[in-house]
């Protein structure tokens, strides 16, 4: 018979957890540690610190010359004033729109880049959006219009080519730039806003389809709010003394 061996039975029949078990502890304990500590400088700073870490990095890239450095900071105070602007646009049009922010924010801020190559309004390339595809960007109509701003790729060949071809129409940037660029020729040509939306939505200068025109600028009115309201909170957050943050 053998041996009994209590200190070992006893030993051997404690709970063991297996590694993974504590390193999914330890994991989950640091994912809540960050979201607590970025919640804190959201509250102090209004942005968010993974932004704030982002663009530190991007100062600190390896290989940058002292030169690149100095004209860094510049770049990167203009950055983080811009993405609370585009996230605030974005979390509205979300709502608005039943579709995701990341995506919609990132479109704003494709919107706001070709706007300003284009000396556009970025937000009335938005109202179309808006008007067109209400921010799908898989939209497709019977007529061949496609993307964000519902483009007919085979009407405008000269366009897409430089962007990778009519194949590109999905393409969240690309579409918004061939888009852009069709109703800044109508603007060129027309000098009037009202005149441009009929002639990119197809119809003649004297209609108005469906209210087509009506629906684009009330759009723009809506996101133009967005933004006074947006910049109105930011100058007060301005005006008042930074939050100490609270020690961890």
Not at 112 to 131: F, Q, R, T
């Amino acid at each position: 018979m053998a041996k009994s061996h209590p200190a070992k039975f006893q030993q051997d029949s404690a709970p063991q957890f297996p590694v993974w078990a504590s390193s999914m502890v330890a994991a989950l304990t640091l994912a809540i540690s960050l979201i607590s500590l970025n919640t804190i400088l959201t509250s102090a700073y209004g942005s968010s610190a993974l932004a704030m870490v982002r663009s530190g990095l991007a100062v600190l890239k390896p290989g940058s010359s002292a030169a690149t450095l100095a004209e860094q900071p510049a770049a990167v105070a203009e950055e983080s004033g811009e993405q609370p602007k585009y996230r605030a646009i974005g979390q509205f049009l979300s709502r608005r729109y039943r579709v995701s922010s990341e995506m919609t924010t990132s479109v704003v801020a494709n919107a706001h880049k070709i706007g300003a190559d284009l000396k556009l309004d970025p937000l009335l390339i938005l109202a179309v959006i808006a008007v067109e595809s209400r921010f799908n960007p898989l939209a497709e109509s019977v007529m061949g219009a496609k993307g964000l701003m519902q483009v007919i790729p085979r009407l405008h060949p000269d366009k897409f080519q430089p962007l990778g071809g009519e194949k590109a129409a999905f393409d969240t940037h690309a579409n918004i730039s061939v888009g852009a660029k069709i109703l800044k020729d109508y603007l060129r040509q027309t000098g009037d806003i009202a005149v441009a939306l009929q002639l990119y939505v197809g119809a003649s200068t004297e209609q108005n389809e469906n209210g087509y025109t009506d629906k684009v600028m009330a759009e723009r009115d809506r996101l133009t709010q967005v933004l006074r309201d947006f910049e109105a909170k930011r100058r007060t957050a301005r005006a008042q003394p930074a939050k100490p943050i609270a020690a961890i």
